[in-house]
């Protein structure tokens, strides 16, 4: 009898100890910190809208935000994320490049996806088949946690198409909430204009 008794309190004490033991609960995940942008710096003859102005439905391959919901040409079969840098020109025969840095120093490509998670849809024009004249580039984060620090957007013409100079490029961007605009204007082959989104 007196064994069992304590054979009960040894088996009691230990199962105690072992609550004891257990974390209280698994603290809940950690909600993503709002991006919030630092600084935006364009060239001085970039003018950057920051408003949204809903002009109807999404229209694809013009590097607008249309509806303002904050994606650009989403449903064109073009990737949206919560970075996302866009150009658009009209003129088919043009070749413009749209690059960009990201905070590791690496740059976005097509058929690739950078550390950091940034990818790239559409180098036109490319391959004539795969923009059918629709000439735009488009660089997004394909998920996960947004980088912080500085991303490097370089717009550069490398073709003048058939229509006179200057050519003018519209130009996108999103990060988290926000969206800016601006139309680029280029005259001379080789031209570039650098914007930084410093996160
Ligand atoms: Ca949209
Ligand atoms: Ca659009």
């Not at 054979?7 to 209280?24: N, Y």
């Not at 040409?73 to 919560?82: I, P, S, Y």
């Not at 036109?124 to 488009?138: A, K, L, R, Y």
């Not at 980088?147 to 370089?154: D, S």
Request: aromatic share 6%; net charge negative; charged share 20%.
């Amino acid at each position: 009898m007196r064994g069992t008794a304590l054979g009960l309190v040894i088996a009691w004490t230990a199962l105690a100890l072992a609550c004891s033991g257990t974390p209280a609960k698994a603290p809940a995940a950690a909600k993503p910190a709002p991006v919030t942008v630092q600084s935006v710096v364009a060239p001085p003859d970039v003018a950057l809208e920051i408003a949204c102005t809903p002009t109807g439905p999404e229209t694809c391959f013009d590097a607008i935000d249309n509806n303002c919901n904050g994606a650009i040409d989403e449903g064109c079969g073009v990737h949206t994320g919560v970075i996302q840098f866009t150009v658009a020109w009209p003129d088919a025969g043009a070749d413009v490049d749209l690059s960009v840095t990201d905070p590791k120093g690496e740059v976005a490509r097509i058929n690739d996806v950078t550390q950091l998670g940034l990818a790239k849809d559409r180098n036109c024009p490319g391959d004539p088949e795969s923009c059918q004249g629709q000439s735009m580039e488009n660089v997004y984060l394909v998920e996960g946690d947004v980088p912080r620090g500085t991303y490097r957007v370089a717009v550069k013409l490398n073709r003048l198409g058939n229509s006179p100079p200057p050519l003018r490029v519209r130009f996108s961007a999103r990060v988290g909430q926000r969206t800016w605009s601006a139309l680029l204007e280029f005259r001379v082959p080789r031209d570039q204009k650098v914007l930084t989104f410093v996160l």
